[in-house]
C-alpha cells in the first residue's frame, strides 16, 4: 500500500521476452526518465515531454482503449493523426498488446475503407477537420468489425461521444478512471506481450493491385533496429529528426523502436515548408528522409552561396569543388594527392564547416537515403560537406532495412552490404532473396500471396539484383527496364546505361540484349571531349570522329571501365560508336533526353542484326538514320568492337 492508501502497482513480468512494450515501460519509470523522449518543432517553437511524461501520456490513451474494448490482439486504425499524439496512441496500442494499422496521410477513401475492413480494425483513430471526419464516420456503418471512432473533432472532454465515436480527451479521462479502479492493469498488459506478437501491419501495394497488409511482429522490428545499431550504434544523447511518413517500417523502427532501446529523442517537424529552419534548429546526430529532401538541402545551400556577393561566391565555388574533388577520391578509395589535401583542409576549415553549420549537419554522424537511390552529384555535395551520408535497402516484408553501407565503405551505385543476421542471396533469375529474424510473418488474409513471395524460407522480392566484388549488393529499379537474356539471366538496361554515360567521353548509350545471348551497346560519343582527347575536335565531322580507330580504342576503354564489379553476364560484349548523336528532333529521345526504345531499335535494327550475326563491321545505310534535310554520304563503314570475354 502506498501512503495514499492505493494498491502499489505490480512491475510486469518482461523476463519472458524483450518486446517495445517491455522496452518502453523500462525507459519510463528508469532512472533517465527526465529525458527528452519526444520533441515537436513549430515555427521557432519547442514542445518536449520527457521520458516519464510519455509514459504517462501513453498510460492514460492505453487504459482508454482497454475500456472501449481493445484487447490482445485486436486491430487499430490511425489515419491522419498529428505529432505528437501520433507516437503517443501507437506506443498505446502495442502497450495493450494490440495491433497498429497505419493508413498514409494521402490515402483516398476507398483505400482507406478497403484497410480498415481488410484488417478487421475494432478501432479507427482519425484527427482533421470535418472534411476527413465526415467520411470516416460512415466506416462505421460499412466496416463489419469497426466499433468506435477516437477523434479530436469531439472538443469537450466529458463528451463520451454516441454511436461509436469517442473524443480523445474523453478517452484519455476513462482511462484515468479504470488505472484508479484498477491499479496494476497496465503493467499486467505490458507484461502478456510476447515477441511473436504481431505488432503491426503495414499496408503495401504496386498500382492496379489491391493493398497487402504485411504482419511484423515485435521481434521482428526489434531484430531490425539491433542489426541496423550493430553497424551504426546509437545513444541516448543522439537526436533524430523525423522526416518521413510516421507509418513507414522504417520510420516505425527509428520512432518506436530504436528509441526505446537507447533512449534517444525523437523530433519531430509540424510544417512541411518549415523543415529547412528546424533542421537548422535541432542539428540532429541521426537523419533519414528521401531523395527530395536532401535535393531541398542542397539547392538552398547552393541558392544562398551563389547569390553572395564580392568575392565569397568564388571561394565557395572553388572549396566546393575541392571538396566535391576529396569525395570522389575518397569514396573510390583512392589516394588524395598532397597538394590537394592542402588545399582540401583550408576550404573546409574555411569555408565549407561554416556551411555544414548554418544547415543544421554539425552533429549529423549517420544520414540515410530512404525509398530511392541519390544522384552521384548530390552523394559528393554532402560528403563534400564532410556528412556521413548513406544509402540502404530493404522492403516492408523484410522489416524496412536489410543492407546499408559501412562507415568508409561507401559506394554511390550500391546499397552497401547485408546487415549483421540477414542473410541475402541472389536466384537464379536475379531475384534477391533475405532471410533472417526480420523475415515477416505473412501477408494478413492472404496465404496465396505469402506463398508467391516465400522462397526457402526467406523473402523472395521482385527487386532484381547482384552484388559486387566487394560485397556491395547493387539493386535494379523496379520501374526501370528489365530484361532477361537468352539463357535466363536478367538485366537492367538502365542501369547499365547510366553506368556508361557517367563517362565523360560517352554522351548516351542505348544498351541491347533482351532473349539475346549477351549484352551489347550502341554508344554515341561525346563529340567535344572525344575530340580533345585526341586533338581532332575541329578538323573531323562527328561521324568521321566517332569512327577513328584511336577513339575506338578509347571509348573500348571505358567500356571495360563500366564493367568492372559486374557479374560476366552483365558485362558489355559488344559495342558501336553511332555515327551520330541520338536526337530529341528526331524522335530517339523525349525532351527530358530518355531514350526511345522502340524509335531506336525500330531505326537502327540492322545494327543489332550485324552484331548478334557475329559481323565485325556493317555497311550501314545512313539514310535510315537521318532526317530527309541532312546531307552527306548515304554509307559508312561501322565497326562492331568486342571488348570483354567471349559473345555467347
Same mark, same amino acid.
Given at each position: 500500500?502506498?501512503?495514499?492508501?492505493?494498491?502499489?502497482?505490480?512491475?510486469?513480468?518482461?523476463?519472458? $521476452?524483450?518486446?517495445?512494450?517491455?522496452?518502453? %515501460? $523500462?525507459?519510463?519509470?528508469?532512472?533517465?526518465?527526465?529525458?527528452?523522449?519526444?520533441?515537436?518543432?513549430?515555427?521557432?517553437?519547442?514542445?518536449?515531454?520527457?521520458?516519464?511524461?510519455?509514459?504517462?501520456?501513453?498510460?492514460?490513451?492505453?487504459?482508454?482503449?482497454?475500456?472501449?474494448?481493445?484487447?490482445? @490482439?485486436?486491430?487499430?486504425?490511425?489515419?491522419?493523426?498529428?505529432?505528437?499524439?501520433?507516437?503517443?496512441?501507437?506506443?498505446?496500442?502495442?502497450?495493450?498488446?494490440?495491433?497498429?494499422?497505419?493508413? &498514409?496521410?494521402?490515402?483516398?477513401?476507398?483505400?482507406?475503407? %478497403?484497410?480498415?475492413?481488410?484488417?478487421?480494425? #475494432?478501432?479507427?483513430?482519425?484527427?482533421?477537420?470535418?472534411?476527413?471526419?465526415?467520411?470516416?464516420?460512415?466506416?462505421?456503418?460499412?466496416?463489419?468489425?469497426?466499433?468506435?471512432?477516437?477523434?479530436?473533432?469531439?472538443?469537450?472532454?466529458?463528451?463520451?461521444?454516441? $454511436?461509436?465515436?469517442?473524443?480523445?480527451?474523453?478517452?484519455?479521462?476513462?482511462?484515468?478512471?479504470?488505472?484508479?479502479?484498477?491499479?496494476?492493469?497496465?503493467?499486467?498488459?505490458?507484461?502478456?506481450?510476447? @515477441?511473436?506478437?504481431?505488432?503491426?501491419?503495414?499496408?503495401?501495394?504496386?498500382?492496379?493491385?489491391?493493398?497487402?497488409?504485411?504482419?511484423?511482429?515485435?521481434?521482428?522490428?526489434?531484430?531490425?533496429?539491433?542489426?541496423?545499431?550493430?553497424?551504426?550504434?546509437?545513444?541516448?544523447?543522439?537526436?533524430?529528426?523525423?522526416?518521413?511518413?510516421?507509418?513507414?517500417?522504417?520510420?516505425?523502427?527509428?520512432?518506436?523502436?530504436?528509441?526505446?532501446?537507447?533512449?534517444?529523442?525523437?523530433?519531430?517537424?509540424?510544417?512541411?515548408?518549415? !523543415?529547412?529552419?528546424?533542421?537548422?534548429?535541432?542539428?540532429?546526430?541521426?537523419?533519414?528522409?528521401?531523395?527530395?529532401?536532401?535535393?531541398?538541402?542542397?539547392?538552398?545551400?547552393?541558392?544562398?552561396?551563389?547569390?553572395?556577393?564580392?568575392?565569397?561566391?568564388?571561394?565557395?565555388?572553388?572549396?566546393?569543388?575541392?571538396?566535391?574533388?576529396?569525395?570522389?577520391?575518397?569514396?573510390?578509395?583512392?589516394?588524395?594527392?598532397?597538394?590537394?589535401?592542402?588545399?582540401?583542409?583550408?576550404?573546409?576549415?574555411?569555408?565549407?564547416?561554416?556551411?555544414?553549420?548554418?544547415?543544421?549537419?554539425?552533429?549529423?554522424?549517420? &544520414? %540515410?537515403?530512404?525509398?530511392?537511390?541519390?544522384?552521384?552529384?548530390?552523394?559528393?555535395?554532402?560528403?563534400?560537406?564532410?556528412?556521413?551520408?548513406?544509402?540502404?535497402?530493404?522492403?516492408?516484408?523484410?522489416?524496412?532495412?536489410? &543492407?546499408?553501407?559501412?562507415?568508409?565503405?561507401? #559506394?554511390?551505385?550500391?546499397?552497401?552490404?547485408?546487415?549483421?543476421?540477414?542473410?541475402?542471396?541472389?536466384?537464379?533469375?536475379?531475384?534477391?532473396?533475405?532471410?533472417?529474424?526480420?523475415?515477416?510473418?505473412?501477408?494478413?488474409?492472404?496465404?496465396?500471396?505469402?506463398?508467391?513471395?516465400?522462397?526457402?524460407?526467406?523473402? &523472395?522480392?521482385?527487386?532484381? @539484383?547482384?552484388?559486387?566484388?566487394?560485397?556491395?549488393?547493387?539493386?535494379?529499379?523496379?520501374?526501370?527496364?528489365?530484361?532477361?537474356?537468352?539463357?535466363?539471366?536478367?538485366?537492367?538496361?538502365?542501369?547499365?546505361?547510366?553506368?556508361?554515360?557517367?563517362?565523360?567521353?560517352?554522351?548516351?548509350?542505348?544498351?541491347?540484349?533482351?532473349?539475346?545471348?549477351?549484352?551489347?551497346?550502341?554508344?554515341?560519343?561525346?563529340?567535344?571531349?572525344?575530340?580533345?582527347?585526341?586533338? #581532332?575536335?575541329?578538323?573531323?565531322?562527328?561521324?568521321?570522329?566517332?569512327?577513328?580507330?584511336?577513339?575506338?580504342?578509347?571509348?573500348?576503354?571505358?567500356?571495360?571501365?563500366?564493367?568492372?564489379?559486374?557479374?560476366?553476364?552483365?558485362?558489355?560484349?559488344?559495342?558501336?560508336?553511332?555515327?551520330?548523336?541520338?536526337?530529341?528532333?528526331?524522335?530517339?529521345?523525349?525532351?527530358?533526353?530518355?531514350?526511345?526504345?522502340?524509335?531506336?531499335?525500330?531505326? %537502327?535494327?540492322?545494327?543489332?542484326?550485324?552484331?548478334?550475326?557475329?559481323?565485325?563491321?556493317?555497311?550501314?545505310?545512313?539514310?535510315?538514320?537521318?532526317?530527309?534535310?541532312?546531307? @552527306?554520304?548515304?554509307?559508312?563503314?561501322?565497326?562492331? !568492337?568486342?571488348?570483354?570475354?567471349?559473345?555467347?
Amino acid at each position: 500500500m502506498t501512503a495514499s492508501g492505493q494498491v502499489e502497482p505490480i512491475a510486469p513480468d518482461h523476463s519472458r $521476452d524483450i518486446t517495445i512494450p517491455s522496452l518502453f %515501460y $523500462d525507459r519510463g519509470t528508469g532512472p533517465d526518465a527526465d529525458r527528452i523522449a519526444l520533441s515537436v518543432h513549430s515555427s521557432g517553437q519547442e514542445t518536449a515531454l520527457s521520458w516519464f511524461e510519455y509514459f504517462a501520456e501513453v498510460k492514460r490513451v492505453a487504459m482508454g482503449l482497454v475500456d472501449v474494448g481493445v484487447v490482445r @490482439g485486436d486491430k487499430v486504425a490511425i489515419w491522419g493523426v498529428k505529432h505528437p499524439e501520433s507516437v503517443i496512441v501507437e506506443m498505446a496500442v502495442l502497450c495493450t498488446g494490440g495491433v497498429v494499422v497505419w493508413i &498514409a496521410d494521402n490515402s483516398v477513401m476507398d483505400e482507406i475503407r %478497403y484497410i480498415v475492413d481488410h484488417s478487421g480494425a #475494432k478501432c479507427l483513430v482519425v484527427s482533421g477537420h470535418e472534411s476527413i471526419i465526415t467520411p470516416a464516420l460512415s466506416l462505421l456503418n460499412e466496416c463489419a468489425g469497426l466499433q468506435t471512432i477516437i477523434t479530436d473533432t469531439i472538443a469537450d472532454a466529458d463528451d463520451q461521444g454516441s $454511436d461509436g465515436v469517442i473524443g480523445f480527451d474523453a478517452l484519455g479521462l476513462r482511462g484515468v478512471e479504470l488505472e484508479m479502479a484498477a491499479a496494476g492493469t497496465f503493467e499486467e498488459l505490458t507484461g502478456r506481450v510476447d @515477441g511473436d506478437d504481431c505488432a503491426f501491419i503495414s499496408y503495401t501495394a504496386d498500382h492496379g493491385v489491391l493493398p497487402k497488409g504485411a504482419m511484423l511482429s515485435h521481434r521482428n522490428v526489434i531484430s531490425a533496429a539491433k542489426q541496423l545499431m550493430a553497424v551504426d550504434p546509437c545513444q541516448k544523447t543522439d537526436d533524430y529528426l523525423s522526416y518521413l511518413p510516421v507509418g513507414w517500417i522504417g520510420e516505425q523502427m527509428m520512432t518506436i523502436c530504436s528509441s526505446v532501446l537507447v533512449g534517444s529523442t525523437v523530433n519531430f517537424t509540424e510544417h512541411a515548408d518549415t !523543415r529547412l529552419a528546424d533542421l537548422q534548429a535541432v542539428s540532429p546526430t541521426i537523419l533519414f528522409a528521401p531523395p527530395r529532401v536532401y535535393g531541398q538541402i542542397m539547392r538552398h545551400a547552393l541558392d544562398r552561396y551563389f547569390r553572395a556577393k564580392g568575392l565569397f561566391q568564388p571561394l565557395f565555388n572553388q572549396a566546393l569543388s575541392v571538396g566535391q574533388r576529396v569525395a570522389e577520391l575518397m569514396l573510390a578509395k583512392k589516394p588524395v594527392p598532397l597538394l590537394l589535401s592542402v588545399y582540401h583542409r583550408i576550404a573546409f576549415h574555411g569555408v565549407l564547416k561554416g556551411l555544414r553549420k548554418q544547415l543544421g549537419l554539425s552533429r549529423l554522424r549517420n &544520414a %540515410y537515403v530512404a525509398g530511392a537511390a541519390l544522384r552521384p552529384s548530390h552523394f559528393y555535395f554532402f560528403h563534400a560537406l564532410g556528412v556521413n551520408l548513406k544509402q540502404f535497402y530493404g522492403r516492408t516484408e523484410v522489416t524496412g532495412i536489410t &543492407a546499408v553501407h559501412r562507415t568508409g565503405d561507401i #559506394k554511390f551505385d550500391t546499397v552497401g552490404k547485408p546487415l549483421p543476421g540477414t542473410f541475402i542471396r541472389i536466384s537464379p533469375e536475379g531475384r534477391i532473396i533475405t532471410t533472417g529474424d526480420t523475415f515477416f510473418g505473412g501477408y494478413h488474409k492472404d496465404p496465396s500471396a505469402t506463398a508467391e513471395v516465400t522462397w526457402d524460407g526467406g523473402f &523472395a522480392s521482385d527487386d532484381k @539484383g547482384f552484388f559486387d566484388k566487394d560485397g556491395h549488393l547493387v539493386v535494379f529499379d523496379r520501374t526501370k527496364e528489365i530484361f532477361t537474356l537468352m539463357n535466363g539471366q536478367c538485366f537492367s538496361a538502365h542501369f547499365l546505361e547510366t553506368r556508361l554515360k557517367r563517362n565523360q567521353y560517352i554522351k548516351d548509350a542505348w544498351v541491347i540484349g533482351d532473349k539475346r545471348p549477351f549484352i551489347a551497346a550502341i554508344i554515341c560519343i561525346d563529340e567535344v571531349m572525344a575530340g580533345k582527347a585526341h586533338d #581532332k575536335s575541329k578538323s573531323l565531322s562527328y561521324q568521321a570522329l566517332s569512327q577513328m580507330p584511336d577513339v575506338y580504342t578509347l571509348i573500348a576503354e571505358q567500356v571495360l571501365k563500366a564493367n568492372e564489379d559486374l557479374p560476366d553476364h552483365m558485362k558489355i560484349k559488344k559495342f558501336i560508336n553511332l555515327h551520330k548523336p541520338l536526337e530529341t528532333d528526331a524522335g530517339e529521345l523525349t525532351r527530358t533526353r530518355k531514350l526511345r526504345r522502340s524509335v531506336v531499335e525500330r531505326r %537502327y535494327r540492322p545494327l543489332l542484326k550485324a552484331i548478334y550475326a557475329n559481323d565485325i563491321f556493317i555497311r550501314y545505310n545512313t539514310s535510315e538514320g537521318v532526317r530527309p534535310e541532312q546531307s @552527306g554520304p548515304m554509307g559508312i563503314d561501322l565497326t562492331i !568492337r568486342t571488348v570483354a570475354g567471349k559473345s555467347s
